[in-house]
């Protein structure tokens, strides 16, 4: 069981990335933990940014530095695929974002026996394991190795080839199967609890309210976290 979760939280004060990354994660139920994949606005860095960062990483970029249905099937296509083990049939639970969904990915699906479900909106911090209980803790510790390390001061940025590194020491020293265990837990996906939401958090149906588009909002100065995990 795999599940896509995309966060857009702004590290503390004062502590921000130039520019905008997307970290998109996928993690297992058994503490698997698939090849990041940072995406990066307008191109990738000039300078190495590949030193003390895991082999297998993914890397791309888009304009905003947000991901794209392109983007998604490449990870698709060389990270969930070919990380995600041989045993079938495997669930993949993500945000019902329109970048994860295409025809072509729901072929690949199929083709591979991959099942894929889309979490319901505005239930993601109480149904997603990784925005539950691994992000926070992620970013805060990003944030305290950049303090360590001597790469900000009040006034400082987290340069884009420096944050890979970063990224993945922080990974190294949060995400333990303990804590990813926790987070399933915590959020019922595993072992699967129905009553996380209770009745009195559910809006009545009303079918005759209209649907209004939500624009997504860019900020520079912010990395977006984007997970892809629970299987």
Not at 160 to 181: C, W, Y
Request: net charge neutral; with cysteine; proline share 6%.
């Amino acid at each position: 069981m795999y599940h896509t979760v995309i966060l857009q939280n702004s590290y503390q004060q004062k502590v921000l990335v130039h520019g905008h990354i997307t970290v998109h994660m996928c993690i297992a139920a058994d503490g698997h933990v698939l090849p990041s994949f940072l995406i990066f606005d307008g191109c990738l860095p000039h300078r190495s940014f590949k030193d003390g960062v895991p082999d297998n990483w993914l890397y791309g970029s888009s304009e905003s530095g947000y991901m794209d249905t392109e983007l998604f099937e490449n990870w698709f296509d060389k990270v969930f695929i070919p990380f995600c083990g041989t045993r079938r049939p495997v669930l993949l639970i993500f945000d019902n974002h329109d970048s994860h969904i295409s025809i072509d990915l729901i072929e690949k699906a199929k083709a591979n026996n991959i099942h894929i479900i889309g979490l319901p909106p505005h239930t993601t911090h109480l149904l997603q394991p990784l925005d539950v209980a691994i992000f926070g803790p992620l970013k805060e510790k990003v944030n305290q190795l950049s303090v360590t390390l001597g790469n900000l001061n009040k006034c400082a940025t987290i340069g884009k080839a420096k944050f890979p590194a970063l990224l993945s020491t922080a990974i190294d020293q949060i995400i333990s199967l303990a804590r990813v265990k926790e987070s399933f837990r915590k959020s019922r996906m595993y072992p699967v609890d129905r009553s996380i939401i209770p009745n009195s958090q559910l809006a009545p149906a009303d079918f005759n309210k209209s649907e209004k588009t939500n624009k997504e909002t860019t900020d520079v100065d912010t990395t977006t976290i984007t997970s892809n995990g629970n299987y």
